[in-house]
């Protein structure tokens, strides 16, 4: 095993790309997102300044909200535990997956940078996390969606527009409660 990431050791993923009816290239693609939105530099700072603060996540983690579940953010973010070493599950990699293919699709929206970076925020990752997926959905769907809303203008979010018409969308996120 080389000292890169675990989720970039072929050892560990090469196996599980079938099962997860992926190609080599489009799972490195999908993980080069991830390292790219959340380095590894940001994951250790991160889980160190918790540690600092007597702050620890609560296992099992969960990267998506889940209806009727609790994604306990209200402490800590998922992703620098996840990403800094803990021991990895199929699971994990599952949700890695689907979280870097989401930056991977939408990484060529004007204006996506800022949705990125606040990503790494563990108070906005609720939200951002469900319009990234919302914005993802929209472009497998062949639409080409445009991000509208930001500090001066909050809502709507997105507009999109279907058979010529513009279709405004607020992006609420799931109602998953936070504790």
């Not at 989720?7 to 999908?30: I, N, R, T, V």
């Not at 620098?80 to 060529?108: A, F, Q, W």
């Not at 990234?132 to 639409?143: C, K, S």
Request: charged fraction near 25%; charge should be positive; hydrophobic fraction near 40%.
């Amino acid at each position: 095993m080389s000292a890169g990431p675990w989720y970039l050791e072929p050892d560990f993923y090469s196996p599980l790309l079938p099962k997860f009816g992926l190609s080599e290239a489009d799972y490195l693609a999908a993980m080069g997102e991830i390292a790219a939105v959340f380095p590894a530099n940001w994951a250790k700072r991160y889980a160190e300044r918790d540690a600092a603060q007597g702050v620890e996540p609560s296992y099992p983690l969960a990267l998506h909200p889940r209806p009727l579940g609790s994604l306990h953010t209200h402490l800590t973010h998922p992703l620098p535990y996840l990403l800094s070493g803990r021991t990895p599950t199929v699971y994990d990699l599952r949700e890695l997956i689907r979280l870097g293919r989401d930056l991977h699709i939408t990484k060529g929206i004007t204006r996506i940078t800022s949705l990125r970076g606040d990503l790494r925020d563990k108070d906005q990752y609720i939200g951002r996390l469900f319009e990234l997926e919302l914005l993802a959905e929209f472009v497998r769907a062949r639409l080409t969606p445009e991000i509208v809303g930001g500090p001066e203008r909050k809502r709507p979010d997105f507009r999109v527009s279907v058979d010529g018409r513009d279709v405004y969308v607020e992006a609420r996120h799931r109602g998953v409660a936070r504790a």
